[in-house]
């Protein structure tokens, strides 16, 4: 692999067809084809997570995609945990808790499949992404050798060395190395280390490009040119870039959400289980803080499922779920194309020819 920052992000932006080794976190419900375009046409990857989407969605969105943009794009899904250990009575003071922060919860609010992973990852082949990206696990072995067949690169998150070890055993092209700065889920293979093993993206990142022979993409608390040199530095190849982007226009996230990120201070944020049960980053607030002194979250995604009609009715910073990593504050409020030219052009100066 090439040893300067610059000869390793050339190098990566000419196997992807990148313009700027800069990639859109694949976020969940905040990645609006809309925003995915504005990156791909400044020059980065588009992405589109797509954990909650059924298989027609997921065709739609690629479609929308395409339609704004011949830019490279990946889709990026969760492997599935286990199915959930359900406690009733647990859940009933979980319901009795939330009923304080928003409407009256209901036993059958627990309830509701998620989408059919198989399908999901049938209809993400069929799409024809770049790039195709995990997070909480590693691809099943025939579904890599489906990927492959088709000319479909494998980004894997990692959080640890150890699982950017498995996954490159386990055919990834690529590891995303995310340090626990990041906003959103925390890619933990295993929900029950999410906590135990925060480890920040200084420290993560050239320990990941130690270990394994692929090159590394760094994400997490990454939002200003700075960063991205940094990143460089330590030895990624390109970086992976979520709030940072959340203020763009394109992104149409709640003036709500969008404001609390542009105030946030790095400690204004807190790694939670409140919202979902898995172990995610979010603006730190009055919900929050009151649910660490409250009935322990039930599991992924009892606790999503429970904490729905809170979300879907708050109208201020206090019950929103406000996804955000500890870089929020140096979010920009810009055209996301303009974005990403700009903090690369910038990143650029930072770094030695």
Known sequence: MTSTPLGRAASFCETYDLQVPILMAPMAGACPSSLAIAVANGGGMGACGCLLMQPDGIADWARQMRAGSNGAFMLNIWIPDPDPLRDPAHEEKLRTFLGQWGPEVAPEDAEGAMPDFDAQCDAMLAAGPHVISSIMGVFPAPFVARMKERGIKWFATATTVTEALAAEAAGADVIVAQGMEAGGHRGAFKADDAARSLVGLFALVPAVVDAVRIPVVATGGIADARGVAAALVLGASAVQIGTGLLRAPEADISPIWADAIGQA???????????????????????????????????????????????????????????????????????AARLIKELWSDARGLLPA
């Open 265 to 335: 201070l790095p400690e204004g944020t807190v790694a939670t289980r409140a919202f979902t049960g898995r172990l995610g980053r979010s603006i730190r607030t009055l919900y929050t803080d009151a649910a660490e002194d409250g009935p322990l979250p039930a599991p992924y995604p009892i606790q999503r499922n429970i904490t729905k009609p809170m979300r879907t009715n708050a109208t201020e910073i206090a019950t929103t779920q406000a996804w955000a990593g500890q870089s929020a504050g140096l979010a920009r409020a810009e055209p």
